[in-house]
């Protein structure tokens, strides 16, 4: 069987060139050829085609092998070449070999042309094989050497005695030290009381295993830590042994911030559904006590002694009235009554009450850029966050100081930066408060919106000024975001949706009680007894006849059973054995002509309370004075 060889034939002699295709054909190949005897020949051919051997006589009259030699290793360095000369010394040839040609046969021996071929074309072929292993290798490492420099995370290697080899731009970033400090040392980062932990997974991972995503903390330069995940790994030389290890460090600070914010959302939730359900009995109290304490005050004489402490009741209930809205606010669980507002008008309400608490040491400025806009809320949230947040403000300036609030607006893109902005949201109004007080260490920045979290002293605060800040902000879907330095001072920063709607006007206050109607039926549905003794004995005080439930079902069988009338259904929204939507609807289905009129102090269940504004009946805030019931009885007859 023939083998293909393509062979460049440098030779000046024709008789001569004949004979050596005729040694190649004898030993088996199949050869095509080109025959060349000057410089711009050989360049000319090399350049065309692709040959497997130069085959070239080393005297030749115009032209010599050499030359021809320089020409061939100058633009194809791999191709094999061989002399074979009838004329050439030993002390030549070396030179030839170390000029870079594979072999030289004498023409008086041409039989070894033939095997000198075979070794030098498989010599070729290895050495081909090895170029192309190494140029792999070569960009491989250049892969390498661009993904350790890339990458985010910190890359350490070591060699078998721990020392520094290999210290990656992120380890730079993350533990401070440059590269320069810490190559041929011992790694730093390594805490001295985990040294002994560290030597022994070094010895196991040396005999194959590995280690990942061990959650350590290591140092950083200025001596502080940092919490990482740890994953080592072997590296090995040549022969397979052991060489060092690699260790590839992934800082967790912000997994850490974001599990921390992730538990404070939860315990601040878990707080919210206790609030919400410590308000609805809280409500039911005050409503017994505010009703009551009116009701002897109404039929006090105006010389009484005992008005005075009567006022003090009311005072006192009023207060606790303020405090349970605060629980729900903050628990974002109270009933809310949104409409479009501007806000620079309510900020401006808002500031001008506060300038009435923070006291004359404060100097109270304000800057409400006109182009702020309008948003969609409750007045009195807007006016509670500011008042709120200038009294923590004054409370952080007990010599005096500089309370500055301020509105703008903000793009919704620049506040979000890199994370996409809520959909639909385009633009936000931001409040901003800032205060020259005394500033927030981190820790208590980390706190400062749980529920009850306070640093003043027991008789000077609630610890629910903040908690409601935040709690009411999130009810319109925005975000707070805070500024503080030790003796620097504080500012908080609200960004609330801006609304796309005009301006709502506000709702008008109902009528006067004295001059309405009072004659009806009312039955009341009340599951806590002094409640619905007290409302009972209002509504009757005014000329209502009232029938008392205690559930859902009795209040059902009264409707079913009773001759007369029922002109107004008023429950509580939670009731028992039903909610009180279910009983309005089964009530409606047996007597559709009555009014239904709500009454809560619960508020958590948001879905029903929705579903109350939705249905259009009238509602009743708890706690509620005797005057408040009788309006809204009144308003809900109309």
């Not at 033939?114 to 072929?125: G, M, T, V, Y």
């Not at 350490?156 to 210290?167: E, H, K, P, S």
């Not at 967790?252 to 878990?270: I, N, S, V, Y």
């Not at 949104?338 to 500031?351: F, K, M, S, W, Y």
Request: glycine residues 8%; hydrophobic residues 40%.
């Amino acid at each position: 069987m023939t083998e293909k060889l393509r062979v460049l034939l440098v030779e000046d002699s024709e008789d001569d060139a004949a004979l050596l295709l005729r040694e190649l054909k004898r030993a088996g190949y199949d050869v095509s050829y080109d025959r060349v005897y000057t410089a711009d020949a050989i360049e000319i051919s090399l350049g065309k085609h692709d040959w497997d051997l130069v085959i070239s006589d080393h005297g030749m009259p115009a032209f010599s092998g050499t030359e021809a030699l320089q020409i061939v290793r100058r633009i194809a360095p791999d191709l094999p070449f061989i002399f074979v000369s009838g004329s050439i010394g030993e002390d030549i040839a070396v030179a030839a070999m170390r000029a870079g040609a594979q072999d030289y046969v004498m023409k008086g021996n041409i039989r070894r042309l033939a095997p000198a071929i075979d070794r030098e074309l498989k010599d070729s072929e290895a050495r081909r094989r090895e170029r192309l292993t190494e140029e792999q290798l070569r960009s491989t490492g250049e892969i390498l050497r661009s993904v350790f420099s890339a990458s985010p995370l910190a890359i350490i290697a070591t060699d078998v005695n721990g020392l520094v080899t290999l210290w990656n731009p992120a380890a730079e970033r993350l533990f401070g030290w440059k590269r320069d400090e810490v190559i041929g040392r011992e790694n730093p980062v390594v805490p001295e009381q985990a040294r002994e932990t560290i030597e022994a997974r070094r010895e196991l991972v040396k005999q194959g295993e590995t280690i990942t995503d061990v959650e350590a903390r290591r140092l950083r330069k200025d001596k502080t830590f940092v919490d990482v995940t740890v994953t080592v790994a072997a590296t090995r030389d040549r022969n397979g042994l052991p060489d060092g290890v690699t260790v590839v460090y992934q800082d967790l600070t912000e997994r850490k911030q974001l599990q921390a914010q992730f538990l404070q959302a939860q315990k601040m939730e878990a707080v919210g559904r206790l609030a919400g359900g410590v308000a609805h009995d809280f409500n039911n109290l005050l409503t017994v006590i505010t009703s009551y304490a009116e009701l002897l005050r109404a039929d006090s004489k105006p010389d009484d002694p005992r008005d005075d402490d009567l006022a003090q009741i009311q005072r006192a209930a009023d207060a606790a009235t303020a405090l349970t809205r605060q629980l729900l606010s903050f628990s974002r669980q109270r009933v809310i009554e949104p409409r479009v507002i501007d806000l620079n008008e309510i900020v401006a309400g808002a500031t001008k009450l506060a300038s009435r608490l923070v006291g004359s040491s404060v100097e109270m400025l304000s800057y409400l850029d006109a182009s702020t806009g309008t948003v969609k809320a409750d007045p009195g949230h807007i006016e509670q966050i500011v008042m709120n947040l200038a009294v923590n403000a004054r409370d952080a300036m007990p010599r005096g100081g500089k309370l500055v609030i301020s509105t703008r607006r903000v793009d919704a893109n620049e506040l979000h930066e890199s994370a996409a902005a809520p959909s639909g949201v385009t633009a936000y109004a931001m409040v901003s408060v800032t205060d020259t007080g005394t500033g927030m260490d981190e820790a208590t920045q980390q706190r400062m919106f749980e529920p009850f979290f306070t640093t003043k002293p027991i008789d000077k605060g609630t610890g629910l000024g903040l908690a409601t800040v935040y709690g009411l902000v999130k009810q319109y879907e925005g975000t707070v975001r805070v500024k503080s330095e030790l003796g620097v001072g504080t500012t908080f920063e609200i960004y609330l949706p801006t609304a796309q709607e005009s301006v709502d006007k506000a709702p008008r206050a109902s009528g006067d009680a004295a001059n309405s109607n009072t004659a009806g039926t009312v039955l009341l549905v009340e599951d806590e007894p002094a409640v619905r003794a007290v409302a009972r004995r209002v509504l009757e005080g005014v000329g209502y006849l009232v029938i008392e439930a205690p559930d859902g079902q009795t209040a059902l069988r009264i409707a079913e059973t009773r001759a007369g009338p029922i002109h107004l259904l008023m429950t509580d929204v939670v009731v028992p054995g039903m909610g009180g939507l279910n009983l309005a609807a089964s009530f409606l289905g047996r007597r559709s002509t009555t009014r239904v009129l709500f009454a809560s102090g619960h508020e958590y269940a948001a879905d029903e309370m929705s579903a109350v504004r939705e249905s259009k009946h009238a509602y009743l805030k708890k706690p509620f004075t005797p005057d408040e019931l009788v309006r809204a009885v009144q308003g809900a007859l109309k």
